[in-house]
């Protein structure tokens, strides 16, 4: 997975993820609408056969932290779930 920012200012990032599908950049948005600073969190795939998300988010405060929060939020529940899954697996 890769990171092409296309857009870097304080309060505003859009970047494409290529390498990613849906289920990364929704979750993602979802997550970004969380933070109460945000205004926008969007994402679009340009065209299917290329398949690229490119996600805009707009914070009050600070654009970039906003998304790291996001992805550290969502780094966290992805451990949760693993570990639940991996305690119910050995039942």
């Known amino acids: 997975m890769e990171l092409k920012f ?3 200012t304080k309060h505003r ?3 494409d993820i290529i390498g990613a599908t849906h289920s ?3 979750a993602l948005k979802k997550e970004l ?3 109460s ?3 926008i969190a969007a994402y679009n795939v340009e065209h299917p056969l ?3 998300p490119r996600i805009i988010v707009e914070s009050k405060a600070d654009a970039r932290k906003a998304l790291l929060d996001a ?3 969502l780094k966290k529940q992805n451990k ?3 570990s639940k899954f991996d305690k119910a697996l050995k039942k």
């Open 6 to 8: 296309i857009e870097d």
């Open 13 to 15: 990032v859009v970047f």
């Open 37 to 39: 600073n945000v205004k």
């Open 24 to 26: 990364l950049a929704n």
């Open 50 to 52: 290329i398949g690229i």
């Open 80 to 82: 949760d779930l693993v």
């Open 71 to 73: 992805i550290d939020r």
């Open 33 to 35: 609408w969380a933070d």
